[in-house]
């Protein structure tokens, strides 16, 4: 009876990953916690885009662009 050995599976680095953020409207609507509990506030997406289907946010010196989908996803990326 022989044992077999599996390799253990490698991962990339975390730097090689590019992660784009990406939720429903309905999901951005209504969150599992109340808003008011995780950031104080709630804004919709229709608020942040009025009517526009992408919007630039500068953050720490950074500029973000939060686009919205065709098919009602919103992307942020850096």
């Known amino acids: ?3 077999s050995h ?3 599976r490698q991962t990339p ?3 090689a990953l590019r992660r784009t953020l990406s ?3 309905a999901q951005a609507a209504s969150p599992a916690k109340p808003a008011s509990q995780t950031t104080g506030r709630a804004l919709t997406s229709d608020h942040l ?3 526009a289907q ?3 946010i500068l953050h720490n010196g950074q500029t973000y662009q939060l686009r919205a989908t065709r098919y009602g996803k919103l992307i942020l990326t850096k």
Request: proline share 11%; hydrophobic share 40%.
């Open 49 to 51: 885009l009025q009517g």
């Open 13 to 15: 680095p975390a730097t």
């Open 54 to 56: 992408c919007v630039n």
């Open 23 to 25: 939720a429903s409207r």
């Open 6 to 8: 599996t390799p253990a």
């Open 1 to 3: 009876m022989t044992a």
